[in-house]
């Protein structure tokens, strides 16, 4: 059967930041299939020049009200190695367990708030908070513990007050890191509970080849600094990020946009888990054999699966860390900084991908070049192309208008785009 | 979530509510979902008719808006008269939508071609100065903040549903961080705007040892002059002062104006 169907969505919702979606289908034709981004540029890249190093983290953390922890840690991390600073083992176990904490609380804040809904037929989560009592219940409760864990490693959940350059400015308490790790341990059903509840949602059936990139684990499954790696072969160091993600301009896109060997490539959760995924705990592979997931899966839509499977091993790894943590005695929290003139990358996954931070400092340790690729950027591309490949493929199976803009939606969200980053 | 609510026996109506955001990380509103140990009850408070990030449902009237981010472009401006006109109460929520926040640094550069460039090359991206709400419509109601700290907009809303008036602490951050009893950062070796920024956020940044940067503009009657001296006393570099006193746009009339005149400490811009 062949359709005509118009989908303007203007502002699409339970995403972060503007964007828009346009499909129009004629007689079984796609005509027009668009992906655009039209949020306002705030321009930190041009804010941070001729400020002294220390601005850096602050300022650049503030580019996301979601993944602040992550952008707070590239940033550390992008200043560190240009003045050549090595973290010591405890500031770097407690940075990854931070990570691992910010995490959890942006994947359950995706999977319950912004995806579930459209698997259960909802508008929001509000609705659901009546008619799926148990399941919002659960939610708050493995996101108000990975919150708590962020206040008490970073000072504070949204754009933390601990992290600085050369360590933290204070360490937790170990009492409250051993309360944590209680909690962890008993989110462990909760995380069981979700991947029943995953289990019972239609994946919808779409699938486009594409090339993954996420940083390469050696010996963990990666999350802060180390090699750059893509699904189609292409490995570089970290501090060769330009030659990975090749950002451009487009019209209809306040974004830049990035390429690797294909016309696109896809970061984020799908993308480290098709790279690495013999690194994930042995409880989160289990799990994601249990939903299906095998790599190298190129259904966008697994994305949300996949960050479901973060989500146990960022909870079972977190214990480890804790473990460690506890059985040695705290260490200075913080090393001195000595400026000097340099330039240095920081590269760090993030919740929705990989996430670049680049500084060239002059000799007094002032900024004179900021750079930074953020991971929803390097996707955008991804996304035009699978909504493209997704109109195609329903203007073939004739579709109603109200189906495939719900399943262009769900595909956007499917992403977790962070556009306002994005745009940054 | 629809039983009646009364204050004091006294029925309340449940106002609706809209969030927006302008140019922004969307931060201050996320800060409202991370209320899990009381966001059941808050949602009890109001009626949400607007929140783009986290629903599909929109409506056009509500009785307070809460704008978040600062106005970055023209369109912009549009949206922000738009949300004016069907809002009984405007409510700039976070540092960016009072004060232009960190967004207002791109004005250090009085050449928007350079800054459009430093970023985008030649591809052509449209951009302005960056103002904060209260340079085009009425604001009602100021929540200070980067991040906004969220017990605080739990009350302020609590304020506004049971119709109390909403007042802000006068008193500097200071006095905050010496109640919880932490030691002087001063004395750590750590410069602080404790002393002269609003308090209100319970000393959120001083109390995990980390030197205040002055997100939420002044307090009353805030002595620059003095700081200064301090800041000076303790062998920091002016250069640290004037970073953070410009990093949310809260202190824009000091840093402008010339310190040697005492000028009245104007807590925000005047309405347009």
Redesign the interface.
Known sequence: MKISCEVNVHHLTRVEGHGNITISIKNGVVKKAQWEVVETPRFFEAMLVGKHWENAPYICGRICGICSIGHTLASIRAVENAFGITPSPQTASLRLLLKHMETLQSHILHLYFLAAPDFLGAGSVLPLAKSHPEVVQRALRLKLLANDACDIIGGRRLHPTRTVVGGFTMLPEKGQLEKIRQRLMASVPDLLASAELFKTFTIPDFSRETEFVSLKGDTSYPFIGGGLVSTDGVVKKENQYRAMTNEYCTKGFTSKLSKLSRRSFAVGALARLNNNFTLLHPTAREISKFLGLVPVNHNPYMCNVAQLVECVHVVLDSVRLIDTMLGSPWQEPRQPVQAKKGEGVGAVEVPRGILYHYYKFDKEGKVTKADCVIPTSQNHANILHDIEALASQYARTGKQDREIELLAEMLVRAYDPCISCSVH | ?SEPLSYLGVPLARPKVGFF???????????L??N??T??DF?NLVE?VN????????ADTYDIAFVEGSV??KD?IARLTEIRKNAKILVALGSCACFG???Q??N??RDLD???K????D?P?E?MEVHPLADFVQVDLSIFG??IKKEEVERIVTDLVVGKTVRHPEYPVCMECKANENICLFDLGEPCLGPVTRAGCDA??TS???GC?GCRGPAEAANLKQLEEIMRTYGFDR??IL?RLE?FGGFASFTEASPQKDKKAPARRKKS
């Not at chain 2, 955001?21 to 800060?31: A, D, I, R, T």
């Not at chain 2, 929140?51 to 929109?58: A, D, L, T, V």
């Not at chain 2, 430093?118 to 090359?121: A, S």
Request: proline share 2%.
């Open positions: 979530m955001e302008l140019s922004s990380c969307e931060g201050c509103q996320l800060q979902l991370n899990e140990a966001l059941l949602l949400i929140f783009r990030e986290g629903m599909s449902e929109r970055t472009r912009e926040g960190v967004n640094l791109k250090r550069f350079w800054v459009k430093e970023v985008y090359g591809f991206v951009t980067c991040p959120w940044c995990n040892r980390r940067w250069e640290i970073d990093c």
